[in-house]
């Protein structure tokens, strides 16, 4: 499994943009790009995925260049209640029964 | 219609004794995976049931082990616990076909062990 590095935290103020940058060198073929997110004491939530270009969704967006080496989870006008979590990690598209390989994740704190 | 659940959410043990863990899977999920999250670190793969059988399992003990029923609700079970067995305890569900948005978390168990 293509091993991901990610900040280990960020701060941001309410309403701006926030932008999490994952990197991934050994990207394989087959490899998609997922996110997720987490809120203390809860479980992971899914929140995009994506293999190439750009993807968007009613939540974020995930750029991906065409190397593939990297991603970036954009985060549009964030609030407080962004405050969490976010895991990048990388795989096949679809893991229903495969196990998910979790990083130590970016720790976002949005502050008023 | 429920999520995944989990119970008890939060308990405390002693070091030595043993522990189980019960999870129920989200409606139509066959698939159910454990994963230990310690403090300040991502959750760790322990291992994956279905058809009532552990097919993958991660980097963990013996001590730890599982079972599903033919409901598809499963236990974990961890004996001789140890401090660093304190952890979140989550549960995911998914069936065989599912993609990843398809994964479902539980809020998880909070394990203390003293």
């Known amino acids: 499994l293509a091993k991901t590095t990610q900040p280990i935290s960020m701060d941001s103020y309410e309403g701006q943009e926030v932008n999490i940058t994952c990197s991934h060198n050994?990207?394989?073929?087959?490899?998609?790009i997922t996110w997720y997110q987490q809120f203390p004491s809860q479980g992971p939530r899914f929140i995009i995925q994506g293999y190439k270009t750009k993807v968007t969704n009613e939540v974020a967006s995930l750029f991906i260049p065409a190397d593939r080496k990297s991603s970036t989870l954009s985060l549009p006008r964030v609030s407080l209640s962004d405050t969490a979590v976010y895991y990048c990690l990388v795989g096949d598209k679809a893991p229903g029964r495969r196990a998910l390989t979790f990083g130590s994740g970016t720790r976002l704190q949005v502050q008023p | 219609d429920a999520g995944v659940t989990q119970s008890p959410t939060h308990l405390i043990k002693t070091r030595g004794q043993q522990v189980t863990l019960r999870c129920s899977p989200k409606?139509?999920?066959?698939?159910v995976s454990w994963y230990q999250q310690a403090l300040g670190q991502g959750p760790q793969f322990i291992f994956q049931y279905y058809e009532e059988e552990e097919r993958q399992r991660g980097n963990f003990p013996d001590r730890f082990s599982g079972h599903q029923f033919p409901n598809y609700s499963s236990e974990l079970n961890v004996n001789a616990l140890l401090l660093g067995d304190s952890a979140l305890y989550l549960c995911?569900?998914?069936?065989?076909?599912?993609?990843?948005?398809?994964?479902?978390f539980g809020e998880g168990s909070r394990l203390t062990v003293l």
């Open positions: 995911a569900s998914s069936s065989g076909l599912a993609g990843v948005a398809e994964l479902f």
């Open positions: 409606s139509g999920h066959d698939t």
């Open positions: 050994n990207i394989a073929t087959n490899d998609y």
